[in-house]
């Protein structure tokens, strides 16, 4: 039995087949019956979610068409800003933070009749792999509940891998939604950098980050991207571009297609298994009449190290307003400075406080030249073997991540071993490129994803290419062990 999806719960709606209140109920109480196995959502949204939904039935009673979107169940990862809602970023720093205004991308979802079930957890502002760093809680994998779901967005992965929503949408600065997408088995989407306005979207690395969404398939990735795209005057680096309907691109037709494989993804450190799942995936668009191609990056090897100088950085500047004066947590001292050290030590976890440490030394006088100029130098040149490599190719194929997910607590101790789980993910966001994950595979039980990387602004083609391959390998559309929504 397949996942219920956006299009097919629209079709019944519009239908009368059921009604959003139904819908939502039902789902709501599939979330209550396997929540406290995942531990997907830091909120519940129960109220707000049957009223929107109550509304989407009238409108559909008076007979007025619904947007795709309307009434279907979803959530919201919890470092995107909703009006009147917690956005904790799962830090004790904003524990009873609540928004004062909506992020831009929910007054877009808000238009199309949106239904939210609640905010979800992810690795404290969104800094870690796992979802492991969150203040409040762990999120498990749906598939296996001893393993992680990825992070930083686990719980918007978690909670669709485990049909607790329909959707929902997350944050990639390095890898946040398509990694945790790879491990949960689901279609991970992160769009070209200033698709999605980020305005309202509490800022980690403001150069690399970008909201993109969690999906059961490849049509459903493009509904939600109609939904959520376009330019915003609030947002200095939204890209000013005509609105496009992404459903258009579901072509099941990859003929004469060049996939290029770049070398450097599939080296040492590759499991085998993996790599054999991505193996027959570019034999099936072999057969599909694609033309697979071989090309280098070779400063793709710089990446993790580049990424984890240029982020830290970038952090370290955004978090500085979190000092106990303006919002959020106040811890008294005996004057301002005992202040701000016993707020940002308290208020602040582990990782989050490492990636500031890291970021302002790099920044610091003396090393400005030596580590962040060289990064960002190296970024350029990142940026060049990706273009080059798409010159010879429509789009490129690579593991989403070295191995499938791993179990709790196995990397506590070796924060570098953490951070080079990254390693096929953090380049796209140093060259604001588009890329998607989709499930290609199995390794004991556990998804085993495969990443298409597609040029700047052409996410037609890497739905395209995702799709096609979605349609012909339909024995990948496995449900989780979380079990179905009975309508």
């Known amino acids: 039995m397949e996942p219920l999806t956006i299009h097919g719960l629209h079709d019944k709606l519009v239908k009368g087949e059921l009604s959003a209140v139904e819908l939502t109920k039902k789902f709501l109480a599939h979330k209550d019956a396997v929540e406290p196995r995942i531990q997907a959502f830091l909120s519940d949204n129960r109220q707000f979610a049957l009223e929107a939904a ?26 995107i800003c909703i009006k009147g809602q917690q956005a904790t970023c799962a830090s004790k720093m904003l524990e009873h933070f609540k928004s004062p205004y909506n992020a831009a991308i929910i007054d877009k979802l808000m238009a199309a009749d949106y239904v939210s079930l609640g905010k979800t957890n992810m690795d404290e502002f969104a800094m870690g792999s796992s979802t492991e760093n ?17 992070g930083s967005s ?33 279609v991970g989407i992160k769009p070209t950098y200033g698709l999605v306005s980020r305005y309202g979207l509490i800022a980690f690395a403001s150069s690399l ?8 398939d490849v049509e459903d990735c493009a509904i939600v991207l109609n939904t959520i795209t376009g330019h915003d005057v609030k947002d200095s680096t939204s890209i000013p571009q005509e609105p496009k309907d992404y459903k258009k691109s579901l072509v099941n037709d990859v003929m004469g297609m060049k996939i ?27 057969q599909l009449g694609a033309e697979i191609v071989s090309v280098s990056m070779p400063h793709i090897k710089y990446g993790i190290a580049a990424y984890y100088i240029i982020a830290p950085a ?11 004066v303006g919002f959020g947590l106040r811890v008294e001292g005996k004057d301002i400075v005992d202040m701000y050290q016993k707020t940002r030590s308290q208020g602040f976890g582990p990782e989050v406080r490492r990636r500031i440490l890291l970021g302002t030394y790099v920044l610091s006088s003396g ?68 890329g998607i994950s989709i499930p290609c595979g199995y390794k004991n039980g556990l998804p085993v994803g495969m990443q298409l990387i597609g040029k700047a602004l052409d996410e037609e083609t890497l739905l395209r290419a995702a799709y096609t391959f979605e349609q012909h390998r339909t024995d990948l559309r496995r449900p989780s062990p979380m079990g179905e929504v009975e309508l």
């Open 367 to 434: 090393y400005y030249d030596a580590y962040y100029l060289r990064a960002m130098k190296v970024r350029t040149l990142i940026k060049q073997d990706y273009d080059e490599a798409l010159k010879q190719c429509d789009i490129l194929l690579t593991p989403t991540a070295p191995d499938t997910a791993f179990k709790i607590g196995q990397n506590d101790d070796n924060p570098l071993a953490m951070y080079l789980g990254d390693v096929c993910t953090v380049t796209l966001n140093l060259a604001g490129l588009p």
């Open 154 to 186: 686990g719980g918007s992965a978690a909670a669709v891998a485990a049909n607790e929503c329909v959707w929902a949408l997350g944050s990639d600065t390095g890898g946040s939604i398509r990694q945790p997408a790879a491990y949960c088995g689901v």
């Open 209 to 216: 980050d970008q909201i993109g969404s969690f999906t059961h």
């Open 314 to 324: 970038e952090a370290s500047s955004n978090l500085a307003r979190y000092d106990g």
């Open 54 to 79: 109550a509304a989407v039935d009238k409108k559909i009673s008076a007979g007025e068409n619904i947007a795709d979107l309307a009434g279907i169940p979803g959530a919201i990862k919890d470092n």
């Open 134 to 150: 969150s203040a409040f809680q762990i999120t498990h994998n749906p598939w296996h509940t001893d393993y992680v779901p990825g």
């Open 260 to 286: 290029g494989i770049p070398k450097e993804f599939f080296g040492e450190g590759l499991d085998e298994a993996c790599r054999k799942s991505l193996e027959e995936a570019m034999e099936t668009y072999k």
